[in-house]
């Protein structure tokens, strides 16, 4: 009796256990889940689907090594497949601690026995197998001139500090460590407030009034004149989840702060968050905007940058989506740096370290964004966010769970966020300008000016040699270079030093213009390459096609010039009898001195139709027979072969997703296209122009070859050329009513062919029957069901 009651009391406990941890997953409370489902294990070792789900509660819970061990249990114990992501969980927990080899191995697994299964685990396991490749090697080069330090006991806890933004030698970030007042919670919740403080002294709460007794308070920013602050007051949702709104107060002149005013509906909402506010300007730089991350819908993903132009009368625009940012994944913590108009975030959407990354996006000269992932080590390969800098570029702060940051619960090293600081050395860059006309000659004599643009102080180089000016530069600055010469347009470029991992030098190329551009026409016969006189060529305007000169014929030499203006485009055109026109764009744009064009004109005779390529069907015309011969016609065999187009995409494209289906799709939408269609056109202007040489009475010899691939055997298919073959000569024999026959009869026209069956076929192509998707419908096996028409000889010249 006594052990039977023993047994019942631990099986009431293993249950509370479980339901304790359930409750726990579905509040988002995942320390209490984790701590639970440990307690349930010790009842129930060999259980897979609580080792799982402490698996699950350790990861949300940011405890990566446990969560790694249990998910290694998992996959060792699950011997049918039940928990398929496991190797997915457990390649992203080794991924975040840095174990990059063994992570893309589990990746790739996983894609091995799960591909399909599940469109974002599918997308995601293969960026992030490319990406855990492309880390090994950027690990293995930090830069030399970051050096980060973890900040101590003063600021960071045992919880997450976080939002760090120097501003008047003072460090202002907020801590999620204080309990939350009259909490009808036991242990209390914790709830976020905003702190101050000197780098190494104790920091101080912010302001009484600032900071909710009740609620979360975070994420503050200043606007440039600092007579705003912006902030975040934050409900609890879940225990793990909360819902954020946007506040602003004034900073009056003795420090202190005014009335908490909350940002209009447009911008807060009860149906989303929104949250980590940063002032800065708008894309196009022209307007004060706030920037911040919301949920909200009409966004690239999960949550989003979004910015709202703050008017001058205190009024917010619409919020406006940073589309061309943004990711399907999440994109947070913006921070914009106004000395040089670059928008940091953390993000998990872009190839990184694994969790999320710090990124950098700056307008390109298209005035699109790029988008660069900072280097090792600011990023790890844990979540790194918050990232800000000041404005010259040599000290920055962030927030990050890596190793090192301080433990909730060190057994289990997990949680939480602390701040660090990154001192980054102001690097010299030996900077060589090299000078060239657009021509790409060495350009001599040219003056060089390198200018500041952050002080504005000028710097004239040295010529080092004839066409090369050097000088030493600062990193992390903004310069721009000017190049001049007498009777040259003076060039100037803009570049950055930023970015330049311990990079030492750097080479940047300058091309100067001159006034005009001489250009130079030479007329070629294009079979032969000799130089071709008695051309006439003519000069166009490429945009309007307007004539603007033309020289010739010139019979003694195949030489034209011409003086043009630079930055525009032109056509040339050359014509002569019995020759087929040639023409050529030219382009000035960027150039100067001399452009030399060559055209190619090309004498009228058949050779200019060779290779006439015409493609059939698999194993047409006449399929399954073993005859050389037809009474089938190329025609019969195009237009049913045309018309199976959606079948060939449908039937190759089965196995392929995304992506890879597109490229499948378009492969054969441009070889039905641009080959089948394009050959059997080229064959009807091939046959009247044939008619038009016998009516001249020349004597043609025409040799065709037929080919096949390699599905059936080699007999059958050195048949099955011979039978394409006839199908080509039936087609010659009904051309134009018959218009070919007599000259066939009197072997004014001779046929030479020959058929090479497989023979020609790459090994590539598959021969195998149980294929059919590589076999029958691939581009590559399509190709090799063909005949061409390969030479054509003139016999005799009238």
Known sequence: MFAAMSLALNAQSFKAWVAAAENAMVSQDYYSALVYYTEALEFDETRTDLKYNTAEAARLFNAYALAEEKYQQVIDQDGDGEYPLASFWLADMKQKLGKYEESKELFDFYLSENDGDDEYYTSKAMKESKACAWAIDLLANPDENIHITHLDENINTAYSEFGAYKKDDKIYFSSLKFDQKDSPYNPDRLISKILRAEEFDLAEVLDADVNHEILHTAHNAFTEDQKQMYFTICHFITTNDIRCDLYHRSVNNDGTFGEAVKLPDNINSTAFTSTQPNVGLSPNGEKEVLYFVSDRPGGEGKNDIWYTEIGPDGNYGEPVNLENINTAEDDITPFYHRPTSKLYFSSEGYQGLGGFDIYMAEKNKRDEYVVDMLPVPLNSSYHDIYYTINDTLTEAYFSSNRFGSFFLENAQEACCYDIYKAEIDAAKINLTVLTFDNNENVLLDAKVRIIDLRTGKEFVLDPMAPNQHTIELEA????????????????????????????????????????????EVLSFDRKSGDALNGTTVSLYDAETNELIQTLGPNSISNSFVFLVQPGRKYKVVGTKTDYTSASEFVSTVDKSGKIIQKLFLLKQTLDIYLPLVMYYDNDYPNPRSRSKTTNRTYTDTYFPYMDKKDAFKKEYGKPLRGEDKNIADSDIENFFEGDVRSGFNNMKRFFTALEKELMKGEKIEIEIKGFASPRASSQYNLALGERRIKALVNEMHKYNKGALLNFLYNEQLIIRDVSYGETQAPSTVSDDLRDRRNSVYSVAASKERRVEVVGVNYLNIN
Not at 482 to 502: A, C, G, P, R, V
């Open 476 to 519: 992390n600055r903004e310069y721009q270079i000017i190049s001049e010469k007498t009777n040259y347009e003076s060039d100037t470029m803009n570049f950055s030093t930023h970015q330049l991992y311990n990079e030492k030098e750097i080479t940047k190329k300058v091309f100067l213009k001159t006034k005009f551009v001489e250009l």
